[in-house]
DNA sequence: GCAGCCAGTGTGAGCGCTCACACGGAACGG
DNA sequence: CCGTTCCGTGTGAGCGCTCACACTGGCTGC
């Protein structure tokens, strides 16, 4: 390692190789015609040197940073949350780095900024873990522009062209759920849904609404919520008036707050009421009680997602991929209260 | 917008607008010395033509690429997180791009590879959200090569040159804590420790010790825990074993674990135990019992984090920033048993 | 035996921008 | 009325890299 003021540039590499340039370009970017011991002599320069290869300047020319951007909602949420950290890892093993902008609100002007950003920084293409109806508003306009692909917007999203995109089959989750309920015995199933703008919210509460129409059961008035543990809390009154002996929340966190408040009443969980979360946090199992849940592989589904894009970028047209949730049966479930 | 192959340059604006590179250039980056009809005719050229300036070329000449670099851990944890969301905010407020890198494993390798992928970003400032021991000691080293920045590794750090950092006062949070428990009527508080590798848990543990100390109170042996919901319920047993009355767990995942632990074996909280958390995450309110915690502003550390760093890269020597912790008093403790 | 080829290397140009500087002209003092 | 200052603008060079292409020499093929 030398040290300078300038830090190393090609040019030094090459002069101390006693090559050119374009060989010592080769080498760095893995190009197979190089003599190897040409390749040995060089890479051993870069090594003297301390040589790092500028992005910008490679950047400038090859028009493409090898970046792609991510535009998230700023929860510290479980579910967003572990999918940044699997698709960071999976565009880091891609050799991809990863911008992200974070957004406290996603309305249709925020996700247009932050698109904006992430556009001038130069990215290669756009993942939006946002899928509520203001971003994907946002998003299509500019689909041309970079490619976009969008995690948990699935294919049948009532907007118009389909983005790419990765997913969970919330429906078939949500479906799962209801049917281990009504397999309890319970009469029927109320739901705690997430925020109705957002499509994994819709997507979760058809999925209810059709395993619940299938069995022949009664379809109760759905609660609104909005992911959080207090809108579970504060739905608590309204889901024992009309007399629930089970409940599907929209995710974990309103489980909690449900679980909560139920225990605030005296109300005994399963005994009075059966509740079923969706995601698994990690807390899930040690909850009191341990919490029956919709398991999401949201790790999975973050590299899922890195993997449309990079088929995208490759020019490809890809399948919209879909990731399987599974039931995980703890003691929050039980057969309904006899009257 | 017009619609073209290659998108506009610079150059296509000085022509449109009459003038010359340069000048478009000054208009860009809001330099005074222009005459405002010329900048405005400036600005309806890049309108029309739909002009955004490339910043690959710019990062180029001007050897920085206005993006910050964040190093974190890959856990779905709420601090880390909303550290996180906060940092980001901040840097984009002041007109910085973050790249982020989340790593499963901290270890000594890791954290330089992430470095160095940052680096070779052309990143102008570093923030590191993982302060462990392997972190801090791979940081060392290249503090020479660009600005560093962690976050929640104090000054008193152990290990060599300390780093400038932003960081809540831990010490302070768990003497707040352990002096509520006491006044409480509890002869002790027993600790459940975050992993010993971490900064964080060292001080936590550290003011844990001190006020027990200084109020005569004996110091049992802590347990040793990870953070994780899992840790706390193993913990249980040998907390109950050695007849803990008042535990203060690392953080608030951890005491979930031992709420469900305490619960499955029939023991009340607060009625024989009591049970402090650190960091209220969202769900601290909700719990069952609801969780009495030391409350941290994640988002504001982010913030301060940043500040730190920017002063850095105006080549200042900024002073440690210091968030004060506090405590929220809830359902999970209250008075010792009567024996 | 010479056209043809390919592996291995070098050459020149240029990506889009900002920097240091040069330059013309209005404003101002003496 | 001329030197000095400032404001507003333009000029040239060059940031570090990759691209398309040109070149060399040893090899194959018929």
Redesign the interface.
Known sequence: MHESARPPVMADVAARAGVSLQTVSRVVNGHHAVRSDTRERVEAAIADLGY??????R??VTRS?R?VGVVGV?T?E?GP??A??GL??AA?AAGY??????L?DVDRAAVRAAV???????VDGLVVIAPDDAAVAALEALEASVPVVTLEAPLDAAVGGALPSASVDQERGARLAVRHLLDLGHETVHHLTGPSDWLEARSREAGWRAELEESGARVPEPVPGDW???S??RAAQQLVDDGATAVLTGND?AA??L???L?QRGLAVPGDVSVVGFDD???A??????LTTVRQDFDALGRRCLDVLLARLRGEEPDVQRVEPSLVVRLSTGPPPRR
């Open positions: 790092r290869v500028n992005t910008a300047a950047a400038l940073s970046t700023s510290a479980f949350t572990s940044l950290h960071e890892a880091r780095a990863t911008s992200v902008v974070l406290p904006d950003n992430l556009r001038d920084l130069g959080s543990a207090s579970g809390h966190q909690i707050g679980l909560g408040a225990w946090v990690p807390e199992p040690y909850l009191v009680p341990p």
